[in-house]
């Protein structure tokens, strides 16, 4: 696996990932009508283009193919962390975490877990802030505010 930042040609692959990984694995803590809600295959290319290029983005891939990805703003919000559905725990999310964590110069890493992701932020020393209710194309869907203080660059090894 290498991680790498990410480039404007991984979108499409990076869409088609989120949609999958959504529709198969998040199929377990939500319904049907909740991934469809949130995944719905039509993705703003342009506008998520422009947000991942405006934050610190990096992509897990192997054998050429895009096996991750995740972004952080400047504020040290973790806007996305998805891994595909066929290389779940496999240490991908933490590759990519770890890189993105080390990078960020906020003081506090946030994110809004899904109830699917919520175990994994907890063992990465995430606390929950808060649990939630947001309305996604009409459609309620539980997730969690979580937040951690961040480590300096140095105390962390990346691979």
């Not at 529709?23 to 993705?43: E, F, M, P, R, S």
């Not at 994110?111 to 929950?128: C, D, L, M, Q």
Request: charged share 25%; glycine share 6%.
């Amino acid at each position: 696996m290498t991680i790498r930042r990410y480039k404007p040609a991984d979108l499409e692959e990076i869409a088609r990932l989120f949609y999958e990984t959504v529709h198969t694995i998040n199929l377990k803590d939500y319904t049907q009508a909740q991934v469809d809600a949130w995944a719905t295959g039509q993705v703003d290319l342009e506008k998520k283009g422009a947000l991942f290029q405006e934050h610190l983005t990096y992509v897990a891939t192997e054998n050429h193919r895009i096996i991750g990805f995740g972004d952080i703003d400047q504020t040290g919000y973790i806007d996305n962390l998805f891994v595909h559905k066929d290389h779940q725990r496999q240490g991908v999310a933490t590759a990519i975490c770890d890189r993105l964590e080390s990078e960020t110069q906020a003081d506090i890493i946030k994110v809004h877990a899904s109830i699917t992701a919520k175990p994994f932020f907890e063992t990465r020393g995430y606390a929950t802030v808060k649990c939630q209710e947001v309305e996604k194309r009409g459609v309620r869907l539980t997730n969690y505010i979580m937040s951690k203080k961040n480590l300096p660059a140095d105390s962390v090894d990346l691979p």
